[in-house]
């Protein structure tokens, strides 16, 4: 059973930090391409950052230079520090990987104010 679970978010000011955590079960997690998503209200779910199994990392233009996508193969997890927040962050971040199909995580939250 695939299970991906998201930790981290939470309520920041506009120039905050966070740090979210997606830790992955059930699948060969070295092997896998991971990518964080974020769906703002009224908005398409759309892709924030992805990184590869040899550690390639790929951002959207609105996030680059201030997100950093990372994992640790050795704790299943991935990572996504997130600086220089802005109220435009404001979503809910998932956790995604394919593996037969995809498989989402139930998402957290992060709020940035202004």
């Known amino acids: 059973q695939v299970q991906l679970v998201e930790s981290g978010g939470g309520l920041v000011q506009a120039g905050g930090s966070l740090r979210l955590s997606c830790t992955a079960s059930?699948?060969?997690?070295?092997?896998?391409?991971m990518g964080w998503y974020r769906q703002a209200p009224g908005r398409q779910r759309e892709l924030v950052a992805h990184i590869t199994n040899s550690g390639s990392t790929s951002y959207i233009a609105p996030v680059k230079g201030r997100f950093t996508i990372s994992r640790d193969n050795a704790k299943a997890t991935v990572y996504l520090q997130m600086n220089s927040l802005k109220p435009e962050d404001t979503a809910v971040y998932y956790c995604?990987?394919?593996?037969?199909?995809?498989?989402w995580g139930l998402g957290t939250q992060v709020t940035v104010s202004s």
């Open positions: 059930g699948v060969p997690f070295s092997a896998q391409i």
């Open positions: 995604r990987t394919f593996w037969g199909r995809e498989y």
